[in-house]
């Protein structure tokens, strides 16, 4: 009896192992499956966050191109009549206007010929308010008058200045200066100093812009 007892204490556990070995493994169900595949989700933030970071160097190009350029100043280059001269006679006068702030003119010419005469200017404006429209500008101007006659002679002037400027035609491109100012002066060696307009005319420059 005690034989047969200790028999079938040995095969208690191989009869466990085969009858484990021959039970089927219950197969995946959908609710596995949907939690391997929450475990792996990842989130519309994460994804909308990559998809910027991917984008953003060809937004800013695209954004680059797109910004306008800044709008260059203009030059404008005219012609007209002075009185600025030493002399006091009209000279032929050209003007450089660059932006609506700036104005370069200079001014030339031979009153005359009889006793040889050069008058010769040189000056710079700056608009207070725009020379597109009427309005006030500062400035100087250099001025130099050559005689020949027995003796050569050579009068120079310097003038700081203040005045208006007035566009006369439709289109503002006829522009109208009036300047004056102290003026130092130097005549055969001698100083001279006068305070007011620049010339008998107002000191009066009119130019046509092109």
Not at 84 to 92: K, V
Not at 117 to 139: A, C, I, K, P, W
């Amino acid at each position: 009896m005690e034989t047969y007892f200790r028999f079938f204490v040995l095969l208690t556990p191989l009869f466990s192992l085969a009858v484990a070995a021959e039970t089927p493994k219950a197969a995946p169900t959908r609710n596995d499956g949907l939690k391997v595949l929450e475990s792996k989700k990842v989130s519309p933030r994460t994804i909308r966050s990559s998809r910027d970071e991917a984008t953003q160097p060809l937004t800013q190009a695209i954004q680059a191109t797109e910004e306008p350029a800044e709008p260059q100043a203009q030059a404008s280059f005219g012609l007209g009549v002075s009185t600025l001269g030493l002399s006091g006679a009209p000279t032929f006068s050209a003007l450089l206007q660059h932006g609506t702030e700036h104005q370069l003119q200079m001014d030339f010419g031979i009153p005359s010929t009889n006793a040889f005469t050069l008058d010769f200017n040189f000056g710079y404006r700056f608009g207070l308010q725009s020379f597109e429209r009427s309005g006030v500008h500062l400035g100087g101007f250099a001025r130099i008058n050559l005689s020949a006659n027995a003796v050569a002679t050579v009068d120079l002037a310097f003038s700081p200045l203040a005045g208006i400027h007035l566009g006369i035609t439709e289109d503002k491109r006829t522009l109208l200066s009036l300047d004056a100012g102290p003026t130092l002066s130097i005549s055969g060696g001698n100083l001279g100093f006068k305070l007011g307009a620049l010339s008998d005319f107002l000191g009066l420059s009119i130019h046509r812009l092109f």
